[in-house]
């Protein structure tokens, strides 16, 4: 047993923690990290595999046979269109067009000639001082001259055009391929292709659209017989979106039997050369009539029999339950179509501490 002085003194030597006790603080209230509410762009109707081409693809030939003496690009690099590109001899060619002017000069002074005769015949027939068969003849000499006159141009006509074959020029804005004849070797019409040149900007990407797609969108009028309201979103095989919107140019007339797919065309401006024909790209199509999306993080978003709910953190950092329709999950997001507003804070981390009506403290999720 314990006795009287000493149950005494174990009295008084608790005396203190009591006290103590008595005078501690109450608890804090849990930590927890919160994340708004955001709008987001609406989600992607649907998404294809698409490659980039060139709306434009021309192959330079030579169209007259001569020595290639100069080529004025570098490989690969950007031309514009009327860049001189190679240049052939031109010297047999500028010595036809000479020929053939000074052919010109001399038929046009024998219809000159023929001409005055012709018009003083006349003027002597008039006085009867000559037949009307000198007349006729007069006539004839005139228009034979006139038609060596007219040969005669058109040779120098086309003489002109060779002498302007020799000079290879760009017909279109983009980006030019390797060379495949070297200056200094013959080149005919026959030598096949001297260079490729690819338009680059503005630049197309095509994507096959399934059939189910495509009834879906004619149906939402997003897909007319004219034209299409559908806008196209892509992603570059790094992951990265490319940050300009396509729009549909062309449609496909029929389904394909064998893919079930038809084609689709969109055109993107490319003024920075991103985009390069034959890569490929994830393309996703988009109403640019759909609202912006509400959305919370994933890890804000919990189940139970009644439903997705999330915990909201009011003004006075009370907790309360709130009852919410999800829709898609986008990068980490739940998308939700009722239930919520912009800007509210939502409980991301912590959920284990909180039930309904609690205090909490809040600190904000850092991005």
């Known amino acids: ?71 004025n690009f570098t490989e690969g690099a950007t031309v514009k269109k009327g860049d001189v590109l190679y240049e052939i001899e031109k010297d047999t060619y500028k010595a036809n067009v000479d020929k053939s002017s000074a052919t010109v000069q001399g ?32 006539e004839a000499d005139l228009q034979n001259s006139q038609a060596t006159l007219g040969e005669a ?10 002498l302007g074959y020799t000079t290879i020029t760009s017909p279109i804005d983009g980006r030019i391929s390797t060379t495949n004849i070297d ?29 189910i797609d495509l009834v879906d969108a004619r149906q939402r009028g997003l897909i007319g017989e004219d034209q299409a309201k559908l806008e196209v979103e892509i992603t570059l095989s790094n992951g990265d979106a490319y940050p300009k919107t396509g729009t549909i140019n062309y449609v496909g007339v029929a389904i394909e039997q064998s893919t079930d797919t038809t084609e689709i065309r969109a055109t993107f401006a490319n003024p920075d050369g991103i ?6 790209v994830t393309a996703r199509t988009m109403d640019p009539s759909a609202k912006p999306e509400l959305a919370v993080p994933q890890l804000a978003v919990q189940l139970d029999k009644k439903g997705h709910f999330v915990f909201l953190v009011g003004e006075d950092n009370k907790v309360e339950r709130q009852d919410i329709e999800v829709g898609q999950q986008k990068a980490g997001m739940w998308v939700v179509t009722s239930g919520l507003k912009k800007d509210q804070k939502v409980i991301v981390q912590g959920l284990q501490k909180v039930q309904p009506g609690i205090i909490v403290k809040p600190v904000e999720q850092q991005s």
């Open 275 to 280: 985009l390069i024909p034959g890569q490929f």
């Open 183 to 211: 200056v200094g070797n013959l080149v005919t019409p026959n030598s096949g292709t001297l260079a490729t040149i690819l338009s680059v900007d503005p630049i197309y990407v095509r994507f096959y659209m399934s059939e």
């Open 1 to 71: 047993m314990i006795s009287r002085a000493a149950f005494a003194g174990l009295i008084l030597a608790l005396t203190p923690f009591a006290a103590h006790a008595q005078t501690a603080s109450p608890a804090q209230p849990p930590a927890v990290v919160v994340s708004a509410v955001i709008e987001q762009s609406p989600a992607a109707l649907n998404k294809y595999v698409g490659r980039v081409v060139a709306v434009s693809t021309v192959e330079l030939q030579a169209r007259v046979t001569g020595f290639l003496e100069q080529r």
């Open 153 to 162: 141009k058109a040779q120098l006509e086309l003489d002109q055009i060779n």
């Open 107 to 138: 038929a046009q002074a024998t219809v000159t000639d023929d001409q005055k005769t012709f018009e003083r015949m006349k003027f002597l027939r008039d006085k009867q001082d000559q037949p009307q068969s000198a007349v006729d003849q007069a």
